[in-house]
């Protein structure tokens, strides 16, 4: 039997060698320990430990697999959600898009998140307004069972469904999405833990990358559309959005003032 402080210090050392950040070593050990935080795993380093457990988890990490799956949570807008393979882990980014709805979306209107995935965006729309109709739609009943659970577990209003895009819903104000936009061509150049663990339907919609938005402008019904998008992809879904009939009001920027948010109304 090894010591907290010796797990630490032996696979922190193992997890640098591996190109693996320490810190994963740190949250995982944290959670074997009883839900702990870094400062209590200083202040016990002496406290028996057994770190069998703890290296097998970190031999997953070691494989590829995202430590948020390995977690089975992850944070997104100041709260816990569930995650697992069957949806795409949240990205930071994603949080630009929900703030850009919270602001935009008419009171009382009712929302859909298309392609909810864990229901992430879904959720945090319902629980920052109450009053929204929220409702998060995807084509994957795995997800959907993900995000209701989620949804459940946060208390949210939110509701999911099963449609193929706008297909099963009839009254809405506002869409919001963050959409499968990566080129298909490019998914192989994507980090190991995302090309090989993440659903491959959540990553690409094809060839151009631009296709779901495509359908989402055209589906889009003349109402208010917000849209994470991928890396250099403002131009072409500009190009898209007037074949449409619709203008684009404002393309918000990530923290690395990459262009990452649509909006989109109908032209006038």
């Known amino acids: 039997m090894t010591t907290i402080s010796q797990a630490r210090s032996r696979h922190r050392e193992e997890a640098l060698r591996r190109g693996i950040p320490p810190r994963d070593v740190d949250l995982l050990l944290g959670d074997l320990a009883g839900e702990r935080s870094l400062s209590w795993?200083?202040?016990h380093g002496d406290e028996p430990f057994d770190d069998v457990p703890l290296a097998a988890l970190l031999a997953r990490r070691y494989a590829g697999e995202p430590l948020q799956y390995i977690r089975g949570r992850t944070e997104f807008y100041s709260r816990t959600f569930l995650v697992d393979s069957r949806v795409l882990i949240p990205r930071?980014?994603?949080?630009?898009?929900?703030?850009?709805?919270?602001?935009?979306?008419?009171?009382g209107a009712r929302v859909i998140d298309i392609g909810t995935g864990s229901g992430c965006i879904a959720v945090s729309l319902a629980l920052?307004?109450?009053?929204?109709?929220?409702?998060?739609?995807?084509?994957?009943?795995?997800?959907?069972?993900l995000a209701s659970r989620?949804?459940?577990?946060?208390?949210?209003?939110?509701?999911?469904?099963?449609?193929?895009?706008?297909?099963?819903?009839?009254?809405?104000e506002v869409i919001v999405s963050n959409p499968p936009y990566i080129p298909a061509a490019d998914v192989e150049?994507?980090?190991?833990?995302?090309?090989?663990?993440?659903p491959?339907?959540?990553?690409?919609?094809?060839?151009?990358?631009?296709?779901?938005?495509d359908r989402i402008f055209s589906a889009a019904r003349g109402k208010l559309v917000l849209l994470?998008?991928?890396?250099?992809?403002?131009?072409?879904?500009?190009?898209?959005?007037?074949?449409?009939?619709?203008?684009?009001?404002?393309?918000l920027n990530d923290l690395a003032a990459i262009p990452r948010v649509v909006i989109s109304s109908a032209a006038s």
């Open 41 to 43: 795993l200083i202040a």
């Open 92 to 107: 930071p980014e994603t949080e630009i898009l929900v703030e850009a709805a919270l602001e935009r979306a008419p009171r």
């Open 128 to 145: 920052e307004r109450p009053d929204l109709r929220v409702v998060g739609v995807d084509l994957s009943l795995d997800a959907l069972a």
């Open 150 to 172: 989620n949804g459940a577990r946060l208390g949210a209003s939110a509701r999911f469904a099963a449609s193929n895009l706008l297909d099963a819903v009839r009254d809405f």
């Open 189 to 198: 150049t994507l980090a190991t833990e995302v090309r090989d663990w993440e």
């Open 200 to 213: 491959r339907m959540a990553l690409t919609p094809g060839a151009d990358g631009t296709e779901i938005i």
């Open 228 to 251: 994470e998008i991928g890396y250099g992809q403002d131009a072409a879904v500009r190009a898209l959005a007037e074949k449409h009939g619709r203008r684009v009001d404002a393309v």
